[in-house]
């Protein structure tokens, strides 16, 4: 079994193509599965979302473990104002 992902943009016409590897054979029976991921129906919403994140102790440990990949970085390559 063989998964392959393709993200688009639905249409104006609502309608999508899906483009089939030559090495699958003619008349091989797929699955095709549609996901729908329900976007934010407004601005306010959005905000809403976002000042839930703050909360979200996944997203809040994510965001140290990248700030303290990053701190090695940042202080690389910076010369001190007196010339050290």
Request: glycine share 2%; hydrophobic share 35%.
């Given at each position: 079994m063989e998964a392959i992902r393709q993200i688009v943009r639905i249409?104006?016409?609502?309608?999508?193509?899906?483009?089939?590897?030559?090495?699958?054979?003619e008349n091989e029976t797929v699955e095709v599965i549609l996901i729908i991921k329900k976007m934010p129906d407004s601005f306010k919403q959005k905000i809403e979302e976002l000042k839930e994140a703050v909360?979200?102790?996944?997203?809040?440990?994510?965001?140290?473990?990248?700030?303290?990949?990053?701190?090695?970085?940042?202080?690389e390559g910076w010369v001190e104002e007196n010339g050290v």
């Open positions: 249409p104006k016409d609502h309608e999508i193509g899906i483009k089939i590897p030559q090495y699958v054979p909360r979200d102790d996944l997203f809040l440990d994510d965001l140290v473990d990248v700030s303290e990949d990053f701190i090695t970085v940042d202080s």
